[in-house]
């Protein structure tokens, strides 16, 4: 299991604010950029998760320094929020 340092860079539009992750090639829209970040956080969270329920070798993603919530760990199970 790696390691992996991401960053969130956002930027407005005309409808609204894209958050995303250059590093995952990830991207979300929400209304405000706390929405948006929050909502770029789920989805790194999900594609962690569905990436390790379908038996790849996941990695431990930090964005903007705070840890993604993941449900799984090949050694044995746990949360981290």
């Keep these: 299991m790696s390691i992996i340092r991401?960053?969130?860079v956002?930027?407005?539009t005309a409808r609204?604010?894209?958050a995303r992750c250059p590093e995952l090639d990830i991207h979300a829209l929400g209304g405000s950029e706390s929405e948006a970040r929050r909502r770029l956080k789920a989805v790194v969270?999900?594609?962690i998760n569905e990436a390790f329920s379908r038996g790849?070798?996941?990695a431990i993603?930090?964005?903007d320094?705070?840890?993604v919530r993941f449900t799984g760990f090949p050694e044995g199970?746990?949360?981290i929020q």
Excluded: C, K, Q
């Design 6 to 8: 991401a960053s969130i």
């Design 10 to 12: 956002t930027r407005e």
């Design 16 to 18: 609204g604010v894209i």
């Design 45 to 47: 969270s999900f594609y």
């Design 56 to 58: 790849a070798d996941v």
């Design 61 to 63: 993603i930090f964005l």
């Design 65 to 67: 320094g705070e840890l």
């Design 77 to 79: 199970g746990g949360t």
